[in-house]
């Protein structure tokens, strides 16, 4: 490591070789073409200045972080929040993460901090009910019942539909479909708004892949629509040993996911509306990638 290496390696929380996650980087996408390149992105140079000046600290907890404070989900006291961008998604999104994940790591905390009315983290098994929603949630998770993004509406009108018939087949017991949950309002199973209803909530799951399978596997998300994302190449420094270089880090699924909702669902135009969520994301992603150029002019040649 050379003398004039980003403070935001020197900050690394883990114990984790830095060495690796460079090595990994070069041999995962620096010579792959750089889909982060055109993104429409806000000014960073607040983060470029946070990461010239170190660490900083979190107004919340007082903890000492680079950017943002990963266990409070806010930015740290020089990145003001209003200099950090807003991005509006078009549906809410929870994020589900395995309870020994790091936090320090997961990218799912870019999503909470660009967009903080839409998005929601939980940790398992702390998890909501999803099943009177099943008709306007879906899950994020690649298996052999998956769909693809732009059949989602007609897989969940069919579950409407099957809701209604199996309501209006026990009528006389109690069906826990029909079973109101306190404080929510949205939509009631009957024919005149049925037609409308389209997905609301995308859910993510948050974890390494072997962890992703046992949360997964628990019976609250059991009966929910699973959607397949189209198959991208990381970008992620982290990118774990022996899984595809398309095994993508949450927040890329989040934001790969909402670009194809846009246009194969919605059916709109996209020009850049999301991009912001990869604030975070691009910039430590460009210092891990001039880290590695400072101190090899052979992989600097061959990215210019
Ligand atoms: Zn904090």
Redesign the pocket.
């Known amino acids: 490591m050379t003398s004039n290496s980003p403070v935001f390696l020197k900050e690394n929380e883990e114990n984790n070789s830095k060495f690796m996650e460079i090595q990994q980087l070069q041999t995962t996408s620096i010579v792959s073409e750089d889909p982060l390149q055109n993104l429409h992105l806000a000014s960073q140079e607040v983060l470029q200045k946070a990461q010239q000046s170190g660490r900083s600290k979190?107004?919340?907890?007082?903890?000492s972080?680079m950017f943002y404070?990963y266990?409070?989900y806010?930015p740290v006291e020089n990145v003001p929040v209003e200099q950090i961008p807003l991005v509006k998604l078009p549906l809410k999104v929870d994020i589900i993460k395995h309870p020994n994940e790091t936090d320090g790591k997961s990218t799912a905390i870019h999503a909470k901090l660009l967009a903080p009315e839409f998005v929601n983290i939980y940790t398992y098994p702390c998890i909501p009910e999803y099943e009177e929603k099943n008709h306007e949630v879906a899950l994020v998770f690649p298996g052999p019942k998956s769909v693809s993004i732009k059949d989602i509406s007609f897989h969940l009108q069919k579950r409407m539909q099957n809701n209604v018939r199996s309501d209006n087949d026990d009528n006389d017991r109690p069906s826990i479909k029909r079973k109101k949950t306190e404080g929510e309002g949205g939509c009631e199973l009957n024919d005149s708004n049925w037609k409308g209803t389209t997905l609301k909530k995308i859910i993510f799951i948050d974890s390494t892949w072997n962890q992703t399978n046992k949360i997964f596997s628990d019976e609250r998300l059991q009966g929910l629509l699973q959607v397949e994302l189209k198959s991208r190449k990381t970008c992620f420094w982290r990118h774990q040993k022996g899984k595809p270089d398309t095994f993508l880090s949450t927040i890329e699924a989040i934001y790969y996911f909402l670009v194809d909702y846009h246009t194969d669902l919605l059916k709109e135009k996209y020009v850049g509306q999301y991009d912001n969520l990869l604030f975070f994301y691009s910039f430590m992603y460009q210092l891990i990638k001039n880290a590695k150029c400072s101190g090899d002019k052979e992989t600097r040649k061959l990215i210019h």
Do not use: F, I, N, S
């Not at 979190?58 to 903890?63: A, N, S, Y």
């Open positions: 979190c107004l919340q907890c007082g903890g972080r404070c266990t409070c806010v």
